[in-house]
């Protein structure tokens, strides 16, 4: 290389380096020849939100701290610092993406005021109408000589044969009655003390005889006859079943023994033991469901007619007397009978499905959406529980949304997410104890 090649080579790298430093300083400097700053200063890359943890996606208590998948194949939920918006209340409240929302099936439904319709089931026992029971016990001493009925549980009609008993004192009685009878008839010509004399033995024979419950029938035939009878026929007082028999052919009964229980089942009662909660709710009047497993998908119309005024201190319950019509004889005593009473309405009252109730022990909750994917659960106080639905008198006002389904996930959610937010802020304060340390050495 010659001398003349060597100093043109020089000039030209001169000359580049000089065009590079005027170009970089135009770069550094701004209009007026003021600094500008660099590139990276004006645009600061986002800073990426850390990491805590990894949530079940099912809203289980379990957490990992590296993604994961559940049972059912689900990937495990990552959750970032700061997701709360800051509100006072964004600690209680949970967010849900709309795919998990769909997902798990959650359904919502308004607050709103309802005419509430309560039933109050209970269980009640057939017991005979005891208006309608009758007993046979004479009032007078003999023996039984012959029974017509002579089995438990037979049917009898009034007037009908019961049987045939002997008595000194009533065949005593019917002498008695028949020479008054007779003397009666004898006097018709004698003096006026004579005839009301031998009327007074005839009506004081006639009362004896009606007093031990000596029929009409017996004591006209008595009369026309003038004959007594050894043995009388004992009849039954009413229409009805032999509930119990104690008389048996050849005994000897004493005056007031019970020999026969008889009972009309045409009209019964029911005894339906109401619980103390519920007694406020039953009034006399009311109208009443029975259903009795005897007769399955049949039902019986009954009505309240008496709420006894004892409580039994052993079921903490009420009897409650309902009284039907029992045609055929389809209802017997000692039964059971499934009672559905229609409770009377109060109006309208705000009401949230049953469903939407979480209960909790000493408290209620329920989850209100606030938004779409975000709830917050919150207490109420609730007042009357109807079929499908219950009273809300504090918590939730009209309108509200409340999830009525899935409601256990998302408040299991919502209490992980308040557990771990309280672990993260007892966390969190310590450690800036020693950072604040070390900045300042």
Not at 343 to 348: E, V
């Amino acid at each position: 290389m010659n001398k003349t090649t060597a100093i043109a080579m020089s000039a030209v790298i001169a000359a580049a380096l000089g065009a590079g430093y005027w170009l970089g300083n135009q770069g550094a400097f701004g209009p007026g020849g003021a600094p500008t700053a660099p590139v990276a200063s004006r645009a600061p890359a986002k800073k990426e939100p850390k990491l805590l943890f990894y949530r079940n996606p099912m809203g289980l208590p379990d957490t990992s701290p590296v993604p994961k998948k559940d049972e059912m194949g689900m990937d495990y939920i990552p959750v970032y610092e700061g997701d709360e918006d800051g509100s006072p209340h964004a600690a209680k409240q949970v967010r849900i993406s709309p795919e998990k929302i769909q997902k798990l099936g959650v359904r919502t439904e308004a607050a709103s005021l309802r005419d509430l319709a309560r039933s109050i089931r209970v269980v009640g026992r057939v017991e005979a109408d005891e208006r309608l029971t009758y007993t046979v016990a004479p009032k007078f001493e003999g023996w039984i000589e012959k029974l017509h009925v002579n089995t438990t549980g037979q049917t009898v009609g009034k007037g009908q044969p019961l049987l045939e008993v002997y008595s000194p004192e009533l065949v005593s009685a019917q002498k008695e009655y028949a020479i008054a009878q007779q003397g009666q008839r004898d006097l018709k010509n004698a003096s006026s003390e004579a005839q009301a004399g031998m009327k007074q033995l005839a009506e004081s024979s006639l009362t004896r005889l009606k007093n031990w419950d000596i029929s009409d029938e017996q004591i006209l035939a008595l009369s026309k006859s003038g004959d007594s009878k050894r043995t009388l026929t004992y009849r039954s007082p009413a229409n009805g079943i032999v509930m119990e028999k104690k008389a048996v052919q050849g005994m000897r009964f004493m005056p007031g023994d019970v020999l026969y229980q008889i009972a009309d089942l045409s009209s019964v009662w029911i005894i339906a033991d109401v619980f103390e909660q519920d007694l406020a709710l039953v009034k006399p009047g009311q109208n009443a469901r029975i259903k009795v497993n005897a007769y399955p998908g049949r039902e019986f119309s009954a009505k309240v007619v008496y709420v006894y005024p004892t409580l039994n201190a052993q079921t903490r319950t009420v009897p409650v007397r309902l009284e039907l019509a029992n045609p055929g004889g389809l209802l017997k005593p000692a039964m059971y009978a499934d009672v559905e009473l229609a409770a009377t309405s109060r109006g309208k009252v705000l009401t949230v499905p049953a469903s939407a109730v979480l209960h909790g022990g000493s408290r209620q909750t329920v989850l209100v959406e606030l938004a779409e994917g975000r709830f917050e659960p919150r207490e109420v106080k609730l007042g009357v529980q109807g079929n499908d639905y219950v009273e809300v008198l504090e918590g939730v006002g009209e309108g509200e949304k409340v999830v009525v389904t899935a409601n256990f996930l998302i408040d299991s959610e919502s209490n992980l997410k308040a557990a771990f937010s309280s672990m993260g802020s007892s966390q969190t304060k310590p450690a800036a104890t020693p950072a604040t340390a070390h900045e300042g050495h």
